[in-house]
């Protein structure tokens, strides 16, 4: 009797494509995103939009103006954008 070998679920989040063991659902769960973003390539846009918001609220808290925040975060956010897409590029996605 033939394995029935089943699909390979692809984790697409930043730190899966790094090697680590983290999971679209743990990422997912994280940052309180819906889980229909989970072994998707969306996944890590929609955690990156998160991570921005946080980025700029705990920045301002440092002592920050919303400004000074605001141009760091989109700093930040294009920097992983960029590794992101180097991700894809390696993962052909």
């Known amino acids: 009797m ?8 692809i984790h697409y989040n930043s730190a899966a494509l790094l090697g680590m063991d983290v999971t679209d659902q743990e990422v997912c769960m994280t940052l309180n ?3 229909s973003y989970a072994n998707t390539p969306e996944i890590n846009n929609a955690a990156l939009e998160v991570v921005f918001r946080r980025n700029i609220n705990d920045m301002m808290e440092g002592g920050m103006t919303k400004e000074e925040a605001n141009r760091e975060a989109i700093r930040l956010r294009k920097d992983a954008q960029k ?3 180097k991700l894809r590029k390696n993962l052909k996605v």
């Open 33 to 35: 995103l819906p889980l």
């Open 2 to 9: 033939e394995e029935i070998k089943e699909p390979r679920m």
């Open 83 to 85: 590794l992101n897409a």
